[in-house]
């Protein structure tokens, strides 16, 4: 079973920076999309960025030019450097793991960590 551990939440001032850290344990998948999401009080989850293995990346409009989601396949780690914080992107932040074979779609959710910017 995939086990997605996240690390870097924290609280930042506006303007700020923060990188989180999300490493995929027990991964068989070498092909795989590995991606953020958010989810803000009372909100939805929404896609932040996502990187494909050979580094194809998509990223939501809000946080373009903003944030870069980079991986490291050796270490099966994904990273979300979040520059130029503001309080809008306050919420738990979800790491993602998508992968499949020929039989089956799978997805991977990580516990979540949390980050707050104050204005």
């Known amino acids: 079973q995939v086990q997605l551990v996240e690390s870097g939440g924290g609280l930042v001032q506006a303007g700020g920076s923060l990188r989180l850290s999300c490493a995929a344990l027990?991964?068989?998948?070498?092909?795989?999309?590995m991606a953020w999401f958010r989810q803000a009080p009372g909100k939805q989850r929404e896609l932040v960025a996502e990187?494909?293995?050979?580094?194809?990346?998509h990223y939501a409009d809000s946080v373009k030019g903003r944030f870069t989601i980079s991986r490291d396949n050796a270490k099966n780690t994904v990273y979300l450097q979040m520059n130029s914080l503001k309080p809008d992107d306050t919420a738990v932040y979800y790491c993602?793991?998508?992968?499949?074979?020929?039989?089956?779609?799978?997805?991977?959710w990580g516990q979540g960590t949390q980050v707050t910017v104050s204005s």
């Open positions: 993602n793991l998508g992968a499949s074979d020929r039989y089956n779609y799978y997805n991977y």
């Open positions: 027990r991964n068989p998948f070498s092909d795989n999309t």
């Open positions: 990187i494909t293995t050979d580094d194809t990346t």
